[in-house]
């Protein structure tokens, strides 16, 4: 009975927070507790079962697919079930997998992800295959912990410099920098030559390529000079304020944007140097263009030589799967040369992590120079540090990088300004009562019991007792996907909720009081209240004025109602790419600006901090009012037209007849609009995800994906828990009087 409960609390736990939470399912449990072997659960199958999963990001389906027939083919009776993940959300799949115990059995993690992984106890040991073919592989070290080597390098990436050699030898420069004072002398020849070309392209506005380039430059210096645990003491390092000095001097004559842009821009001739990855060489074969360019090695600090970026993808085992030998045989077959050699062919831009793997033959001098520049930069390539506190300190370095770039800031000050966030990080250890499995359960069948005692009571107390009776499905509905999750996720506030230790500790108020403290969080509020201000009264106004459109257009309205419709039944994805590509640098949005002599923002609309969020604005108005035009529409055309005929046989004015027969007739619906809309407005976040990150600097963070932050980089599912609620809090606050007053009006 005892082992039927536990999987019932496990299951009800982690859906009431996939609803609460929006995101996923934490489990906050004591350390002790055990997994119970699950018929449905695939990390707990018998072993006579040889299906292997394995979860890959690298890989083109295909090419993953035809790997796992050729092992299939050589191992008789074990099939492999692959499945894709996508970059933008593969990270939080394997989060909540591993939190609910369904994680598979192989699977691929970033470099970076390794330590975080490795701190929950999710991963095997793998030290029998790495003494069988660990020698030959290149960038062990994030693969090593404490207790030995728990995952594989399978691909790899580092960063080098590329430049083009046509414009730096149109200003007398005969060979890529290899100092960072030979940079700058190219810089100011260059820019006495082209001055207004950018001389070099530098990462920036994203959350992870800002720190890989900054590092890059310190690492030149010393390649130890981040400790293995992350802290303040870092930011005293010499090796990263020389870096950091280097961008503040380099700074008049950067491209600052996001990689992608600054890829576009080098293959367009529009920058002379940029530091990109081993993608770029084959984006500019395809592109058909015939470049002249060079790949080099990160210009060294003085007295410094090349210790470039090192990351990569990892082959790791479940610490929990039924098929350890056969997995680990999986994981050997991938690492073989011959497996690697047929992954390079089938895509190139991939870097393998095994020594000696043949180039595809099908690369271009060109391209194969760049490659075998970044093979020999991985010899020597430096790592971030083993510290599970890396994924939530990574954006605090980004932003050294973006507060020199974009804002101006100095070396001393972007330096100083990213302590407070780096102190943060270091305080949160927990500390306190352990919060076991039990004690939450109790307290949500309380709540659940005290909650549905009282709606049950104020149903019964009426005098239509059938009627009462017939709500009692509903009120079933309402507890299990709205009552209890809300009350799980209030308790779970109270807790510094680890999901991937699976541990809880009982924490009182120290969450909100931490939120009240926090001035990204108090700064995130403000930019949410700006976001709804800006976006709901245009919105509404413009599906107004759009409603009254579609009605003059009588017979091409329906035409335009199917073509005003069209945004907002589109996935939030497509239409927040679109919008990224016409306020890109250079985009249509600029080009339009340009031709009526209006400034432009600097670099770019999504990197200028002030300009951020209006293009996020633009898209939130744009896929909306459509939809809310067809309501307004309808509202409209129930007005019985002898009324309309009547006024205007009065002789009654525009204005008089909007505000005395229009006016009554969609008031209703307005009210519905504008709690509709500024509730969405208060949740905006797939958008922020697509086009910002939440940059540059904070300048697009909101509420909610500042939750997103704490729950899916920090794994503080107790933090983020606690800013759930508050949202909740807020919303009900704002919902309950518009919805009274609705009530009213109809």
């Known amino acids: 009975m005892e082992h039927v409960q536990g999987r019932f609390a496990f299951r009800l736990r982690s859906g009431a927070l996939l609803v609460a939470l929006l995101f996923g399912a934490a489990r906050p449990s004591s350390a002790g507790e055990v997994a119970l072997p699950s018929p449905d659960n695939p990390t707990q199958r018998s072993r006579e079962t040889s299906e292997i999963r394995f979860w890959q990001l690298s890989l083109r389906p295909p090419v993953a697919e035809a790997l796992a027939r050729e092992f299939e083919k050589r191992n008789p009776g074990t099939r492999i079930s692959v499945e894709t993940l996508s970059w933008e959300n593969g990270f939080e799949k394997l989060v909540l997998a591993i939190a609910s115990h369904r994680e598979p059995d192989v699977f691929e993690l970033g470099s ?32 090593r912990g404490a207790a030995g080597t728990d995952a ?112 576009r821009d080098f293959l367009e001739g529009r920058v002379a140097m940029v530091i990109s990855g081993a993608w770029l060489p084959l ?42 030998t056969e997995s680990e045989r999986f994981i050997e077959f991938l690492l073989e040369r011959e497996t690697l050699e047929r992954v390079t062919r089938e895509q190139p831009g991939l870097l393998p992590a095994r020594r000696g793997v043949a180039a595809p033959p099908s690369l271009d001098p060109r391209t194969l120079a760049a490659r075998q520049v970044m093979q020999r930069e991985l010899e020597t390539a430096a790592t971030p540090p083993p510290d599970p506190n890396w994924a939530a300190a990574e954006q605090t370095f980004s932003a050294i990088a973006d507060r020199i770039l974009l804002r101006g800031s100095t070396a001393e000050e972007a330096l100083a300004a990213a302590q407070a966030p780096l102190r943060r990080i270091e305080r949160r250890t927990a500390s306190g009562r352990r919060l076991s499995t039990r004690n939450i359960l109790v307290f949500l069948e309380l709540g659940a019991a005290v909650l549905l005692a009282v709606m049950a009571g104020g149903m019964y107390a009426r005098r239509d007792r059938l009627h009462a009776a017939a709500r009692v499905p509903w009120l079933a509905f309402f507890a299990a996907l709205y009552a209890i999750p809300a009350l799980y996720l209030v308790i779970v506030s109270f807790a510094s909720t680890d999901l991937l230790a699976m541990d809880a500790t009982y924490a009182g108020l120290r969450n909100y009081r931490e939120l009240a403290l926090d ?55 497509v239409t927040a790419t679109i919008v990224a590509a016409l306020f890109a640098g250079g985009g249509l949005v600029d080009s339009l600006l340009a031709a009526v002599s209006l400034p432009v923002p600097e670099p770019s609309w999504l990197v200028n901090e002030r300009a951020a969020l209006a293009a996020v604005v633009v898209h939130a108005v744009w896929t909306s009012f459509g939809y809310y035009a067809l309501l307004f529409a309808a509202a409209l055309a129930a007005i019985p037209p002898n009324v309309r005929e009547a006024a205007l046989l009065d002789g009654a004015r525009p204005w008089l007849r909007f505000r005395s027969i229009d006016w009554p007739a969609i008031r209703p619906v307005v009210l519905l609009v504008l709690l509709l809309h500024t509730v969405r407005s208060l949740q905006v976040f797939p958008e922020i995800v697509v086009m910002t990150s939440g940059g540059p600097l904070g300048a697009t963070t909101t509420v909610v994906y500042y939750l997103y932050e704490e729950a899916f980089r920090r794994f503080d599912f107790g933090r983020a828990a606690a800013v759930a609620t508050l949202l909740m809090v807020a919303i009900g606050l704002l919902s309950i009087p518009m919805l009274m007053r609705a009530r009213k009006e109809v």
Request: net charge positive.
């Open 112 to 143: 970076t992800w390794i330590p975080s992984m490795r701190s929950s106890l999710a991963l095997a040991p793998l030290d029998a295959l790495d003494a069988r073919v660990g020698g030959e592989l290149l960038l062990r070290e994030p693969g």
């Open 283 to 324: 984006v500019i074969r395809d592109s058909g263009q015939q470049l002249d360019y060079e790949a080099a090695a990160i210009p060294a600090l003085p007295g410094g030589r090349s210790h470039a970026f090192g990351g990569g993808e990892y082959l790791v085992l479940s610490r929990r799967t039924a098929l350890r």
């Open 519 to 573: 001035p990204a969080f108090l700064r995130a509020i403000v930019i949410t209240l700006l976001f709804v201000i800006a976006s709901v009264p245009a919105t509404l106004a413009l599906a107004l004025v759009t409603a009254y459109g579609v009605r003059a257009l009588s017979r091409v309205g329906r035409v335009c109602e199917a073509l005003v419709y069209l945004p907002p039944i589109l996935p939030v994805v």
């Open 152 to 263: 594989m390098p399978w691909l790899l990436g580092t960063r080098v410099l590329f430049v083009n050699r046509a414009l730096l030898r149109s200003a007398g420069i005969a060979h890529p920098p290899r100092t960072t004072e030979e940079l700058f002398q190219a810089c100011g020849a260059l820019r006495r030559k082209h001055p207004s070309m950018p001389c070099i392209g530098l990462a920036a506005a994203d959350p992870y390529a800002p720190w890989q380039h900054l590092f890059s430059f310190a690492w030149t210096a010393d390649p130890g000079f981040i400790g293995p645990t992350v802290g303040v003491e870092d930011l005293r390092a010499g090796a990263l304020l020389q870096a950091a000095r280097v961008y503040e001097r380099l700074r008049p004559v950067v491209r600052a944007d996001r990689p992608a842009a600054l890829d």
